[in-house]
Nanobody
Framework: VQLQASGGGLVQPGGSLRLSCAAS????????MGWYRQAPGKQRESVAA???????NYADSVKGRCAISRDNAKNTMYLQMNSLKPEDTAVYYCHARVGVRGYWGQGTQVTVSS
C-alpha cells in the first residue's frame, strides 16, 4: 500500500483546508484509515480515523471542526478542517491499516498563522 498526502499549506486562523490521501497498491485489503499530526517537539497524535464501514472517530481537540471521509471509488481519504487554530499547526500524515500492519504516507505541512 502506498499513500500520497496533499493539501497542506498556510492558512489564517479561522480558515479551512482539505487534506487528501490517495491510496494505491493492495487497496482492497485496507481496513481503517486515519490522519495523524506531529507538531515540532511533540509526539505524533491521532486526529481522526475512519473504518471501511465508514465509522469515524475524532480527537477531542478537533471534534466539531474536522470531518474525515473516504471516497472508495477514487481510493482517496479526505480531512476537511474548518475553524483552524494556530495549535493545529503540524505535519499531517495519513495512515492505513492492513491486518496488523500499518502504512504511512509522507507528511503534508499545515501552518495556521496570521
Amino acid at each position: 500500500v502506498q499513500l500520497q498526502a496533499s493539501g497542506g499549506g498556510l492558512v489564517q486562523p479561522g480558515g479551512s483546508l482539505r487534506l487528501s490521501c490517495a491510496a494505491s497498491g493492495s487497496i482492497s485489503s485496507i481496513s481503517a484509515m486515519g490522519w495523524y499530526r506531529q507538531a515540532p517537539g511533540k509526539q505524533r497524535e491521532s486526529v481522526a480515523a475512519i473504518t471501511s464501514e465508514g465509522v469515524t472517530n475524532y480527537a477531542d481537540s478537533v471534534k466539531g471542526r474536522c470531518a474525515i471521509s473516504r471516497d472508495n471509488a477514487k481510493n482517496t481519504m479526505y480531512l476537511q478542517m474548518n475553524s483552524l487554530k494556530p495549535e493545529d499547526t503540524a505535519v499531517y500524515y495519513c495512515h492505513a491499516r492492513v491486518g496488523v500492519r500499518g502504512y504511512w504516507g509522507q507528511g503534508t505541512q499545515v501552518t495556521v498563522s496570521s
